[in-house]
């Protein structure tokens, strides 16, 4: 087994239970990270025997671009595609950051983080 990290991926998205959020939006972070077997990979050199990063990423940044009033719930529609799409997936982590939320205070980021298996 092996964990490919995918980190730092920037959005500008609408999520939030305010009006305001969706109107007007703000800067997001997503990490992801999948647990998958990389023996066969690590020795072919071939993409296709390894998960594409930059299909996470496309995950990512399409499920970002769809609004929801949580994060919980945009983090478990990314972890539900990768899972789908990715049949390699063991298991997928994924972090999700609103940065500077408006919660009325100093504050650089409000990460929600989920964690799933494959059954």
């Known amino acids: 087994m092996g964990i490919i990290k995918v980190e730092n991926i920037r959005t500008y998205s609408y999520h939030g239970c305010l009006e305001e959020e969706a109107k007007i939006g703000s800067d997001y972070r997503v990490d992801i990270e999948v647990k998958a077997d990389l023996k066969k990979s690590s020795k072919s050199d071939k993409l296709a025997d390894t998960v594409d ?62 964690k799933k298996s494959r059954k």
Do not use: F
């Open 53 to 114: 990063y930059v299909h996470l990423n496309l995950i990512v940044k399409e499920e970002m671009d769809i609004r929801s009033e949580l994060l919980e719930h945009v983090a478990k529609r990314i972890q539900d595609r990768i899972l789908k799409e990715i049949p390699m997936v063991s298991r997928v982590k994924t972090a999700v950051s609103k940065i500077n939320p408006p919660i009325g205070g100093d504050v650089e980021q409000v990460t929600i983080v989920l």
